[in-house]
């Protein structure tokens, strides 16, 4: 009778899964809440949802006034101009907020702190959207 090696193995198995456990936090836990953190933008959608339709900015103009001279017409970046693929909206909004907020990020800071220094908060989400992944 050669059992023992396969319940030996089988009891390994199930003390290692039981060893686990489960990812749920204890009851005694409090996880954090899942909202955005404090002082976190909202979403660039949002922002123009709050607008009546027609104040809503369109991002083609937006980035056609002044975007597409530097990033290109397609967002590709044009020389030593980074291009935006990859960029997600909240990201792009974060990071024009940014620089309209004058935070320095490298060489090119100065000219975009003053491609963005008369854009609104909607004009922001909404170029954000277009341009953004």
């Known amino acids: 009778m050669k059992k023992p090696a396969p319940l030996a193995a089988s ?19 409090t996880a954090a809440p ?16 709050a607008l009546p339709p027609e104040a809503q900015p369109y991002g083609l103009d937006v980035y056609t006034a002044k975007c597409l001279s530097c990033h290109g017409d397609l967002g590709q970046g044009i020389g030593q101009v980074p291009a935006l693929r990859g960029v997600t909206r909240a990201a792009m909004q974060q990071k ?11 060489a090119q800071t100065a000219v975009m702190a003053q ?18 992944e």
Do not use: M, N, Q, W
């Open 34 to 49: 899942a909202g955005p953190s404090a002082g976190a933008l909202p979403a660039p959608g949002d922002v123009l949802a």
């Open 115 to 132: 491609a963005v220094a008369a854009l609104s908060d909607a004009e922001i989400a909404a170029v954000s959207i277009y341009a953004g």
């Open 11 to 29: 009891l390994l198995l199930f003390t290692l899964i039981a060893a686990c456990g489960d990812s749920t936090p204890p009851a005694t836990e």
């Open 96 to 106: 024009l907020h940014d620089y309209r907020a004058g935070k320095a990020f490298g």
